[in-house]
């Protein structure tokens, strides 16, 4: 949701935001919750010059009766009043409803520095590390998706993508998960359920160092909370929902402990708050048909340790590359090649107003393939929540939300394991891991 002011003073600002998301129906709300506002506010002015009068009606009606006098037509005054101010506050109530409405579905503010482009194909490129293991039939695409300025590794043989790694250890069995629980569920089996624990410790001791509360999230959440935190007509399709219940299972960590301030004053010392959310997710994956269906890379469960900060606003573009670092520094210390994107118009959803996307390289599919993002999503979270903090002065003021992916497991595991193969399909486990797993390859 965001703030009626930026229409009010620089719609040009949103009008440029939303056409450079190519969202041409929007654009047209904008003259249509100008109206709307103008004419909420002019109830809002006739309500208050109503009441002044009702106040001023009330003083005689008091001197009146003060002097023993019977004050009909001052009760009557008042008594109209009354009823006007009803009726007028009725109008204002339907004018602040539509006025919500529209603003409840605008998308954030688009940050300058997004780059226009129609999907995630057009996002842009900004930074590469590692140095890639790439299959010699590999290198045309490798060289497209790095405009030649990453010197690869070069290998004559073909690598294994994770699923046939799995297959070759029996590691992973997805033929029999999808017996019981449908396509895009899978069972995890020896080294891998370990690595799965160890992914999860190892980014929860990360997060640790830099300051952030690990926690729980329940894993369900009621309706109201979660409409407040994306868009609901646009995510809905992606949740699971209990029959008969207002509750969802979360899609992430990040939709609880956004909420979990929900309708509160946060005290300005507390602020940032820092929290690390470690569950498991839970997603339809609608629209995808047809995408990653083999192995375990686009699943409908997963585990997933998650960062999230409320800041005061003048700090969050700070904390966006802060948060940008920390989980760049996971995948330095995973020895996992990757490159970071700015996500495109086309791309970046309607409640981040930027949102950085960690790539790994990975060898057996030969391309770059998302593991994380990183959004600041400003107060458009914060508004529909309600979720302010308050300055010396008494003003509220709404905070800014942002969070990051620290590890995604399954999608980590799968660039773990094509990254780190050799040629009998051996994979190393990367040695800030092994501490955690108990063994330094796999099959152990």
Known sequence: MIDIDLIRKTPEMVVDSLEKREDKEKIKWVKIIQDIDKNWRKIIQEINDLRRKKNDISKRIIKCKKE?????????????????????????????????????????????????????????PIKFR??????????????????????????????????????????????????????????????????????????????????????????????????????????????????????????????????????????????????????????????????DTKGIFRVHQFNKTEMIVFSKPEESWAWHERLLNTHENIFKKLEIPYRIVNACTGDIGVFAAKRYDLEAWLPGQGKYREMTSCSNCLDWQSRRLNIRYFEPDGKRIFVHTLNSTAIANQRAIVALLENNQNKKGVVTIPKALRKYTGFNKIPA
């Open 130 to 291: 590692g140095k890639p293991m790439v299959w010699k039939n590999h290198l045309g695409i490798f060289k497209q998706q790095t405009d030649g300025k990453v010197k690869p590794k070069i290998i004559d043989w073909k690598p294994l993508d994770h699923q046939d790694i799995s297959d070759k250890w029996d590691l992973l069995d997805v033929k029999r998960a999808a017996k019981i629980s449908g396509s895009r569920f899978y069972f995890l089996k020896k080294e891998l359920v370990l690595l799965d624990l160890a992914l999860t410790k190892f980014a929860v001791d990360e997060i640790i160092k830099e300051g952030f509360i690990p926690l729980q999230p329940p894993f369900m959440m009621k309706g109201d909370a979660e409409k407040g935190v994306t868009a609901f007509e646009d995510f809905e399709e992606m949740l699971y929902k209990l029959e008969d219940k207002d509750l969802y299972m979360i899609p992430t960590s990040e939709h609880p402990i956004v909420a979990m301030h929900m309708n509160e004053v946060i005290n300005p010392g507390a602020l940032p708050l820092k929290y690390g959310g470690v569950s498991p997710c839970f997603r339809k994956e609608a629209g995808s048909h047809g995408r």
């Open 68 to 124: 023993g006098k019977k004050c009909t037509a001052e009760i009557k005054d008042s008594k109209r009043i009354d009823i006007k101010i009803q009726d007028f506050e009725k109008t204002a109530g339907d004018f602040k409803k539509k006025l919500d409405d529209y603003l409840w579905k605008m998308p954030n503010l688009l940050h300058q520095s997004v780059p226009v482009g129609k999907d995630d194909s057009e996002n842009v």
